[in-house]
């Protein structure tokens, strides 16, 4: 099921509605040259032009209800809006439009860190295959379970091959659709053996070798990217709070000064907000193990 994020109206709306607007989609998606590649690479079955008709409709939408909702608020208030109602519209159809659009960009991420998550062992499962003999394509079969993305994409290849597609261009057919460059460089590494009637096992073997020696060095450049980090999150959530706020009191107390009752409370909000962002910050740079 297709899911919109931030739109006001069901996904099934919106898509009736955009279907009478792929010509403004076609001229839109023209803007996004990568937008095809993004979708495929999100498992969106739409194309360029229906995707982005749908990001205008979304905006379109979202525009005239921010619209309503400054005119509502301003007549309650008996408050002329206008200005602000028109730029907080255009505001949120850009937004609008600008997220929907770059929102596979977040499924493809998410995608290829769930791939490469799995690589390594999925890896050294099929270089186990191989090594005792076992045909490519069955090979593949025993990878396509218990890897979880992985699998599923050399489900996928399998599944292509039983159809009766040949084995050549179900694995170029998956190198072109896969978000991730190592797992694409498995699957082109692959094509090249077998175009050139070279080992697989001794391809798969040196590429689970270089992925290996990558994993060790992204490890160890997060390793030392963790003490400035660490410095920066003692500077901001500890040091510069508690010195500030001591700060603030002496000052207040010697130019008699009532410090307002909702200065503490702020604090401790952005000291929260902060540490939650700086938490999601750091474990998003974590490399998977």
Known sequence: MLVIPFSLLPPKVVVTFSKTLKNIGAFLSAFFPGLREMLMQAEISLQPREYAAIAFVVAVFNMLGALLMMLLIGFMFDVNLMVAALVSGVLIALASFVTIIYYPQIIVTKRMRALENQMIPATRQLLIELKSGVPLFNAMASVSVDYGE????????????????????????????????QFRKILWQISNALKVGSDVASVIEQLLAELTRERIDQIRKYGQELSPWTMIYMMAAVILPSLGVTVLIVIASFMS???????????????????????????????TV
């Open 257 to 287: 000064v009532e410090i307002p009752a909702v200065v503490l409370p702020a604090i401790v909000l952005m000291l929260v907000g902060f540490q939650l962002f700086f938490m999601n910050f750091v474990a998003s740079r974590r490399p």
């Open 150 to 181: 992985v699998s599923k994409e050399f489900r996928k290849i399998v599944k292509k091959m039983n159809s009766g597609v040949p084995e050549l261009d179900a694995l170029s057919e998956a190198t072109v659709a896969n978000p991730s460059p």
